[in-house]
């Protein structure tokens, strides 16, 4: 089992930056790749960015490459999102996610085994 807890959302203006963090404990020696996903109201849920837990590649979505950089820190068991150039469109529930084993797919959600509880980020116009 893997538990996940994000934090770092907030409520920001458009053109501001948040970084969200997302903490790892119990058995993350496993982990594959390591998600951020959003869901704003009555949308999908959609894949942010992701990142190889042992590897350097990462990943983006169209809509936030350029402005949003995933990291990590292995030591911490944490991984990050930096966000900069917010736009309202950005507003959602951010969650993590973890896939102890391959997966083809980065975007696709249903991939992945393990699930945070999500932080709320509102980008104000």
């Known amino acids: 089992q893997v538990q996940l807890v994000e934090s770092g959302g907030d409520l920001v203006q458009a053109g501001g930056s948040l970084r969200l963090s997302c903490v790892a404990s119990?058995?993350?020696?496993?982990?594959?790749?390591m998600g951020w996903f959003r869901q704003a109201p009555g949308k999908e849920r959609e894949g942010v960015a992701a990142i190889r837990w042992s590897a350097s590649n990462t990943y983006y979505s169209d809509s936030v490459k350029g402005r949003f950089t995933i990291s990590r820190d292995n030591a911490k068991n944490t991984m990050y999102l930096q966000m900069n150039s917010l736009k309202p469109e950005d507003t959602a529930v951010y969650y993590c996610?973890?896939?102890?084993?391959?997966?083809?797919?980065?975007?696709?959600?249903?991939?992945?085994?393990?699930w945070g509880q999500g932080t709320q980020v509102t980008v104000s116009s």
């Open positions: 996610a973890n896939a102890p084993s391959y997966i083809s797919i980065w975007q696709a959600s249903s991939l992945y085994h393990y």
């Open positions: 119990g058995r993350t020696s496993s982990t594959y790749i």
